[in-house]
């Protein structure tokens, strides 16, 4: 059994303000410790299920945050970027049986969580086919695109609750709440077991049942804060604008949405 982790730092146990998700920060190291943990914590559990190859892509930032040397063996790293639009889950194809996400957040305008955003700081909300667009969904898809299915979620609470409806046999793992600016968080002892636990027995379930099936058809809606923002965007092959801060896209392939994600965010 072949696994695909794709890891983020916004949704692991702890944080809570950007500067601890910031390398140039010195609260940096102890959430990046963090991340490294939780992701060891799903390599664990997936080689308990069964796996036989385990591929991390490290998704936050840089893509350098997570602590090669702590990665147990039969672990692959993929660090950094290459401009890809698969982006959060570059190096996934058919080859992989399931997809696991580690530390990942509530979508941007959802208040799960003081760090919720998608993809950066630039849209206010974003959705497809009505559905919040968090991080997870937008890569989700893209593992599904592939054939390949997700199983496993780690990260703040409002993030899961939200996406169950998308894959019908994911397992999740809810690390923190959040309201306004502060967090929940549950004891870092405490979650790196559950995350362990959870990878295993997602991957225990017919995988073959897994499968997400994605929409025939496309539409992402994307509001900015600037209206100059939002013209800048406008000019994307395909853009059209809603109103004065809002942008439609429509495709039925998704990769043309995933490309469009690449330039326009």
Wanted: overall charge negative; hydrophobic content about 40%; glycine content about 8%.
């Amino acid at each position: 059994m072949k696994v695909f982790i794709s890891a983020d730092m916004e949704g692991v146990t702890g944080t809570t303000l950007w500067e601890e998700c910031d390398r140039n920060s010195p609260f940096y190291a102890r959430f990046a410790d963090q991340m490294t943990k939780e992701v060891v914590a799903a390599c664990k559990g997936a080689f308990a299920a069964g796996a036989t190859e385990v591929v991390v892509k490290d998704s936050h930032s840089s893509g350098t945050n997570i602590d090669i040397t702590q990665l147990p063996a039969g672990v692959k790293l993929i660090r950094n970027w290459s401009g890809h639009p698969y982006s959060m889950v570059e190096g996934i194809d058919s080859s992989f049986d399931a997809a696991m996400f580690v530390g990942y957040h509530a979508a941007a305008g959802r208040p799960g969580n003081p760090l919720s955003h998608t993809m950066s700081s630039v849209p206010y909300r974003m959705k497809i086919n009505g559905q919040w667009a968090s991080e997870f969904l937008i890569y989700s898809y893209a593992a599904a695109y592939e054939g390949v299915p997700t199983v496993f979620l780690s990260g703040d609470a409002m993030l899961c609750e939200d996406s169950h409806e998308i894959h019908p046999m994911l397992k999740s793992v809810a690390v923190k709440d959040g309201k306004g600016g502060l967090t929940i968080n549950e004891s870092p002892v405490s979650t790196i077991e559950w995350i362990e636990k959870g990878a295993s027995d997602a991957l225990r379930q017919d995988l073959k049942m897994a499968k997400t099936i994605l929409p025939e058809h496309f539409e992402v809606e994307l509001m900015f804060r600037e209206h100059k923002v939002m013209r800048r965007k406008s000019f994307y092959p395909g853009m059209e604008i809603a109103d004065d801060l809002t942008l439609r896209f429509e495709a039925d392939d998704y990769f043309e949405v995933l490309r469009m994600i690449s330039f326009v965010l």
